[in-house]
Nanobody, 124 residues
């Protein structure tokens, strides 16, 4: 089992940047595929980014490509989401998630463990 704690959210102006962090408990972080998701009020949860166990491969939806970067530091049990050129439509609660397996996972249903979320608000 792994526990996840997100941090780094906040209020930013459109065009600005934020870096989210997700710290994981335990000694087996490198065995988990990691992902970021977001959910805005009244909307369904949305996939934002995923990274393989080693960090060698990543995936993004079109809405995040070129603006968001997921990375991980297995020595620090932490996954990051660097978000640049933020837009008001990026406003949401951002969640990190973890699951065991191979490759990349894109659907929320494929992730077993979730953090509590961190609020990101982008002002226009």
């Amino acid at each position: 089992q792994v526990q996840l704690v997100e941090s780094g959210g906040g209020l930013v102006q459109a065009g600005g940047s934020l870096r989210l962090s997700c710290a994981a408990s335990g000694h087996t972080f490198q065995t988990y595929i990691m992902g970021w998701f977001r959910q805005a009020p009244g909307k369904e949860r949305e996939f934002v980014a995923a990274i393989t166990r080693s960090g060698s491969s990543t995936a993004y939806p079109d809405s995040a490509k070129g603006r968001f970067t997921i990375s991980r530091d297995n020595a620090k049990n932490t996954v990051y989401l660097q978000m640049n050129s933020l837009k008001p439509e990026d406003t949401a609660v951002y969640y990190c998630a973890a699951t065991r397996g191979l490759g990349l996972k894109y659907a929320g249903e494929e992730y077993r463990y979730w953090g509590q979320g961190t609020q990101v608000t982008v002002a226009s």
